[in-house]
């Protein structure tokens, strides 16, 4: 009979110890807060480039938990998040996976994108995130209990969800929800200036350009500018780029290739930047 051998997966490199900068924008670090002492799971919802990776980061941070991210995909498997096993010469050792490493070691598992994970994908999260909190481990054999410090979030964007890509109501209906969204003015350029290193003048006029990009949604723009984008550019500019170009490069060109509209809010940067 074949060696079964488990290795053991330590979570060290997982562990924040600097903290990460994050402005908190109304009450969600008291809400995570106390999502995480009553041990209930957390959905972040939001925009693309609005702070939600930052935030975890900064809780983790703050509650002294190794933050373990996975980016979901289509082609993850239940596999993926779970665990396998791997021939290693005679033997048979078994891989956990990095739900499986969150709940073994009490970490924050954070699936950012969760509605990009196949529908059976998803399912797996489910036995953890009712008040049983256990993960059952069908090639082991095993039921892991998850202890107090073992917190999972989800990251999803309501903007980009098709019915197929919707989240079940059993699957969101077992999580606390934090709404996300680019930060008010005064916060953002605060943070733009910040992340960049270019002055508030700039940072202010960065982001009240993109205030105005962000209008354009109703005029068939996808999505807004992202708070991440406004950041790029002033990097860009922190490097000698005219504000312009910057803006061009960083702001306009990456959100639309639809060139009518590229032009459209051209002209409004061009109103705003002499
Ligand atoms: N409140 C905030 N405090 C500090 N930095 C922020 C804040 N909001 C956004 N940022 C900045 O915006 C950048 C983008 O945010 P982040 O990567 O967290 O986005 P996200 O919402 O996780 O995006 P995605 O859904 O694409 O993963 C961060 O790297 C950070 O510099």
């Not at 106390?34 to 980061?57: D, Q, S």
């Not at 680019?182 to 960049?196: L, N, Q, R, T």
């Amino acid at each position: 009979m074949k060696k079964i051998s488990y290795k053991e997966q330590p979570v060290e490199e997982y562990i924040i110890r600097e903290e990460p900068y994050y402005v908190p924008v109304k009450d969600e670090v008291e809400i995570f807060t106390a999502a995480y002492e009553n041990n209930l799971p957390v959905n972040l919802k939001g925009p693309t480039g609005c702070g939600k990776t930052r935030f975890m980061e900064y809780m983790a941070y703050k509650l002294e938990c190794p933050i373990i991210t996975i980016a979901c995909h289509e082609d993850l498997t239940a596999s993926d998040l779970i665990g396998r096993f791997l021939i290693k010469g005679e033997s048979t050792e078994w891989n956990d996976g990095p739900l499986t490493k969150a709940v073994r070691n009490g970490a924050i598992c954070y699936l950012d994108e969760f509605v990009e994970a196949r529908m059976d994908t998803r399912v797996v999260i489910h036995p953890l995130t009712d008040d049983r909190r256990v993960m059952p481990i069908d090639k082991l054999g095993i039921i892991l209990h998850a202890p107090p410090e073992f917190m999972l979030t989800i990251s999803y964007n309501p903007g980009y969800q098709s019915v197929l890509k919707d989240l079940k109501q059993s699957t969101r209906q077992r999580f606390v929800a934090i709404d996300f969204d680019y930060p008010p003015a005064d916060i953002e350029y605060e943070i733009v200036a910040h992340e960049s290193g270019i002055d508030m003048e700039d940072a202010r006029t960065l982001v009240e350009i993109g205030q105005k990009i962000r209008n354009f949604k109703q005029h068939g723009l996808e999505e807004g500018v992202s708070t991440r984008l406004l950041i790029y550019a002033g990097m860009l500019m922190r490097s000698g780029i005219d504000q312009k170009e910057a803006c061009r490069a960083a702001m306009i060109k990456p959100i639309t290739d639809d060139y009518e509209l590229q032009k459209s809010i051209d002209e409004i940067i061009a109103a705003i930047v002499e």
